[in-house]
């Protein structure tokens, strides 16, 4: 698994389940979201809503890492 899997199902996977379409909580299914990659960073960076920030969590360069992995969840269009 590479780090950002690692991250992924281990920080996220919680609300937003390891294939990223769980939706618990209000989470939003990641495999239908149509933000770019810097909004993303920016949402798991500084929270929204009833997700948390994530920047005393995360280092940047693992907030990208984990961004990354989430948008390879992205359903095939
Ligand atoms: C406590 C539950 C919870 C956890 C844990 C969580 N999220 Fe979220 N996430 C949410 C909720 C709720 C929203 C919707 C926020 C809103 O728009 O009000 C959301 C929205 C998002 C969005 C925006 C999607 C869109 O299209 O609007 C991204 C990207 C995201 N989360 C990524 C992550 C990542 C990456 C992690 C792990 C580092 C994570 N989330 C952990 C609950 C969670």
New binding site residues.
Partial sequence: MKPGEV??NA??A???GRKGDLG?????D?TR???TREE?IA??THG?????A?AKV?SAAEIEQ??DY?RTLHAAE
């Fill in positions: 991250m992924f920080q996220c919680l609300c937003h618990l909580s209000g989470a939003k990641l979201s149509t933000l993303m949402i798991v929204k809503g009833g997700m948390m994530y995360l984990v961004v989430a």
